[in-house]
Nanobody, 129 residues
């Protein structure tokens, strides 16, 4: 399974980007989807998670404190895509962003990168000051 994150780019502080996560040939609807980010020399940091719409958590979301009120995670299971809308971006948001899936939901909820089932290549987000 190869997840594909896209939508990154260079933006000025205060700007917005929307990241997308797709998985050709793989049904995302059964999985919680997490967004993580990594800067060189640091561990992957959990950003946001959205539970499966068909689980008992029914699409519940959670966010890292650093992005609350600025980022919004969503999913469109008909389009087999998850999104991360990032508004009011700050230079400290600069990182490579990854999406990943979790069949159980708890690893995603707790931002456990190594507990996720599948990962994809990331997309670079650069925020200039």
């Amino acid at each position: 399974v190869q997840l594909q994150a896209s939508g990154g780019g260079l933006v000025q502080a205060g700007g917005s980007l929307r990241l997308s996560c797709t998985a050709p040939g793989f049904t995302l609807g059964y999985y919680a989807i997490g967004w993580f980010r990594q800067v060189p020399g640091k561990e992957h940091e959990g950003v946001s998670c959205i539970q499966s719409s068909i689980s008992s958590s029914d699409g519940a979301t959670n966010y890292a404190d650093s992005v609350k009120g600025r980022f919004t995670i969503s999913r469109d299971d008909d389009e087999n895509t998850a999104y991360l809308q990032m508004d009011n971006l700050k230079p400290e948001d600069t990182a490579i962003y990854y999406c990943a899936t979790d069949s159980k939901g708890n690893n995603c909820r707790h931002f456990d990168w190594y507990g996720m089932d599948f990962w994809g290549k990331g997309t670079q987000v650069t925020v200039s000051s």
